[in-house]
């Protein structure tokens, strides 16, 4: 009897093990379902592994609606006690590409049901906050915001509050463009028309604040017509429009996202309720080289020329960016103060001379020939107006720019000589700089004699950017080239360095251009204080056209001065002048 009895017994234990060993097992799969259908995102899935289907799908749609679904829920300590569990899950959340990470971990609960098990519906279980309402993820800037300033220390972009007057089909289209012509004068009932054309919601504008207030209740009152406003960077000096502002802006952003926190807000009745997050790390200002009344006469110099100029100015003793300056058909064609490339023409001859002078051609006081034309290699090369000086020193065809004088000097030097000099001075040197995007220019090696001599003059296969002829200017003035930089502290990086540039070479081609001014091809200018510089015409589209360019040195400070299709290179004197008389 009492073998029956402990064979009986056996037989109930095993059974019950084997039943808590299934409970857990279901409970396992209901755990790892949940889950599983969490991180891809499936509210519904998610939700038939619930207590409350219904509600549970609705709060989790919303969830993923809201925070995305780059989500992954990790079961753990799953348990069984009688007709209940308890289990953990492990939350990790990703946020803007995987820049930002939320992790935690929540209990959660589940009950037996018809032999199998159903987690009980709570929203704690999946995110804590989620039950006191929606949840939403937000970017936190540092606060205060970052400033770009001017080496004054005056802010040159701040954070501004703009609004985009956006017009829906259906709009009085002649009511808009009254209120916003004043503003815009490009806004007519036919431009706005035609945009609206294709049924969709167009930004008519985008104003400050300023503009706005004085029409804001009448646009307000129009049907079809919404204002959005939004927070962007902006120039405080609103007529200040120089290229390097974008490259600035870059730089803020860039700063601003590396500093920046982040929260995961709970919507509750009572208000907002942050259940997540990190906060916005301090951060600087962003102290720029530029000069804010420099800005403005490069701007004002270059304001009344009709075709594209340009104007750069460093500080030779830093290389720090003071201005850049562009008119507004410049600004119509992009940053060319920066990147675009011409024939830099005779301010070229600076290269040339530094190059003789180092290969031992000449000295500042040999006499050389200045015919009014010659033909070197089969080149014809004219003078301006053809004007001969027959015999005379170095210096003087240099002051007064005589293409036939270093025509034949580029023609002796060695195929690499004006390369070599040319990247002495920062001209075919790559930079690269916190805050900008520059191109000095480019110098090929001159194989043939012909090539040579249109190199010598700054025509043929030689480029330059108002920038790199700026750095010229730069390093002739310091000795060697500067490191360029736009951001305080940050000097750019150049892709090679070149050999050194002789600095008795640098003096005396420092002294030709001071005749330039005093004597020769630039001297409306001679009321200038210590003023140096170099006038260029470089032709173009088969001789036709010629850009007009001056490169100059005042003190610690050296500019260049564009004008593209200008016919001579009076307008760039000109711009160059308004320039430096105006500067604070």
């Not at 706005?192 to 400050?208: F, H, P, Q, S, Y």
């Not at 204080?529 to 006038?535: D, E, M």
Request: negative net charge; glycine residues 10%; contains cysteine.
């Amino acid at each position: 009897m009492s073998r029956l009895l402990a064979a009986l017994t056996v037989t109930v234990l095993a059974a019950a093990l084997a039943g808590c060993s299934s409970a857990q097992d279901r409970l396992n799969d209901t755990v790892r379902q949940f889950a599983d259908a969490l991180s891809n995102g499936d509210a519904a899935a998610a939700a038939a592994t619930t207590t409350d289907p219904a509600r549970a799908a609705d709060t989790l749609g919303k969830l993923f609606a809201s925070l995305g679904s780059d989500v992954e829920f990790r079961p753990d300590a799953v348990k069984v006690d009688e007709n209940t569990g308890t289990f953990a899950l492990d939350v990790h959340w990703r946020f803007r590409d995987g820049a930002t990470q939320w992790t935690y971990r929540t209990a959660g609960a589940a009950a037996a049901s018809d032999d199998d098990w159903k987690i009980d519906w709570a929203p704690t279980t999946v995110a804590p906050g989620l039950d006191a309402g929606p949840l939403s993820y937000s970017t936190l800037g540092p606060d205060p915001a970052v400033r770009v300033l001017d080496r004054t220390g005056a802010e040159l972009l701040t954070q501004h509050i703009v609004t985009l007057v956006n017009v829906a089909p259906g709009a009085d289209v002649n009511t808009v463009a009254a209120l916003l012509n004043p503003l815009a004068p490009g806004i007519t009932p036919e431009s706005l028309g035609a945009d609206l054309a294709g049924g969709k919601t167009v930004t008519a504008i985008t104003l400050r604040q300023e503009d706005l207030a004085p029409i804001e209740a009448q646009l307000s009152a129009l049907p079809n017509v919404t204002l959005a406003p939004q927070t962007r960077l902006l120039a405080t000096d609103r007529s200040l429009t120089s290229p390097t502002l974008a490259g600035l802006e870059e730089l803020w952003q860039q700063r601003t996202d590396e500093a920046a926190g982040w929260a995961v807000t709970a919507q509750t009745s009572a208000g907002a309720r942050r259940v997540g997050g990190q906060d916005p790390k301090p951060v600087g200002d962003i102290s720029s080289t530029l000069d804010i009344g420099l800005l403005r006469a490069g701007e004002a110099a270059l304001a009344s020329i009709p075709t594209p100029a340009a104007l750069v100015a460093i500080e030779p003793s830093t290389g720090a960016l003071r201005a850049v300056a562009q008119n507004g058909p410049a600004d119509a064609q992009g940053p060319i103060a920066l990147t675009g490339l011409y024939p830099p023409g005779s301010t070229f001859k600076t290269v040339t001379v530094s190059a003789a002078l180092q290969a031992g051609q000449v000295t500042p006081d040999t006499v050389v020939a200045c015919p009014g034309t010659e033909n070197i290699q089969g080149r014809q090369i004219p003078n301006d107006d053809n004007f001969d000086l027959g015999q005379v020193p170095l210096h003087t065809a240099f002051a007064r720019s005589c293409n036939t004088t270093m025509g034949r000097l580029a023609v002796d030097l060695p195929p690499d000589a004006l390369t070599k000099a040319a990247a002495q001075l920062g001209l075919g040197i790559d930079y690269v700089a916190p805050g900008m995007t520059t191109v000095t220019g480019s110098v090929p090696v001159a194989d043939t004699a012909a090539l040579r001599v249109e190199e010598g003059i700054g025509q043929g296969k030689v480029t330059a950017t108002p920038f790199g002829m700026a750095l010229v200017a730069a390093a002739l003035a310091h000795g060697s080239v500067p490191a360029p930089s736009i951001v305080e502290g940050r000097p750019g990086t150049p892709d090679r360095t070149p050999e050194p540039l002789p600095s008795t070479v640098a003096e005396h081609v420092r002294s030709m251009m001071r005749e330039t001014v005093t004597a020769g091809t630039a001297t409306q200018l001679q009321d200038v204080p210590g003023l140096l510089g170099k006038t260029g015409t470089a032709e173009y589209i088969d001789d036709t056209h010629a850009h007009g360019w001056f490169v100059g040195i005042q003190g610690d400070l050296a500019l260049a001065v564009f004008v593209s299709d200008a016919g001579s290179s009076a307008p760039a004197v000109e711009a160059a002048g308004r320039f430096l008389r105006a500067r604070p």
